[in-house]
């Protein structure tokens, strides 16, 4: 059987397409090398902020209030079903038993002023045997929203701004 040749040049196209497209969501500052995809899960849920002093001001200064992150609360899904959370730490947790800790290596400004920004996590703490076991490294990216606006008047008032992730969990290659 012969395959049409216009047939050929339109699956070549699409996947070139998809190729480009998953480069252009791992923004270049987050690009891990030598790692394979164990899952990715998308998180839909809120960054929690905190009215602070800021401190990266000098301690004889009257330091202005911002917004601070307190922490992330978030559903994890997979194929539009519940299957863990995204918590403080940063922690992600499966309904597995499996966990992990992260630590940001790298950063990457999100699409939009709006938009948290796209992140690459070293794992440093790992629990459980399921599917999270193995990741060594975590990517934030597709980031929408997430950035806590207004003012901030009274320390100690907090902020929720929702915002949506997907979360890319990989392991060493080999």
């Known amino acids: 059987m012969k395959i049409p040749t216009a047939f050929l040049r339109a699956v070549s196209f699409a996947a070139l397409w998809l190729v480009s497209r998953a480069a252009a969501q791992e923004p270049l500052a987050i ?21 602070k002093p800021d401190t990266g001001k000098s301690q004889s200064l ?6 601070q992150l307190r922490e ?46 796209s992140l690459e996590l070293e794992v440093v703490d790992q629990r459980g045997n399921g599917v999270l076991s193995a990741a060594t490294v975590v990517q934030r990216i597709n980031t929408e929203g997430g950035v806590a606006r207004g003012s901030c008047e009274r320390a100690g008032d907090y902020r929720s701004a929702p915002y949506s992730a997907d979360y890319v969990f990989l392991r060493k290659s080999g």
């Open 72 to 117: 992330p609360i978030a559903t994890l899904m997979l194929d539009g079903k519940s299957i863990g959370r995204h918590y403080g730490g940063p922690s992600w947790e499966l309904t597995d038993g499996s966990a992990v800790k992260g630590k940001v290596v790298a950063s990457a400004p999100g699409a939009t002023s709006n938009d948290i920004p």
């Open 62 to 67: 009257v330091r202005a209030l911002t917004w």
């Open 31 to 51: 690009a891990v090398r030598d790692r394979t995809v164990i899952t990715t899960l998308h998180a839909e849920g809120a960054q929690v902020y905190e009215c």
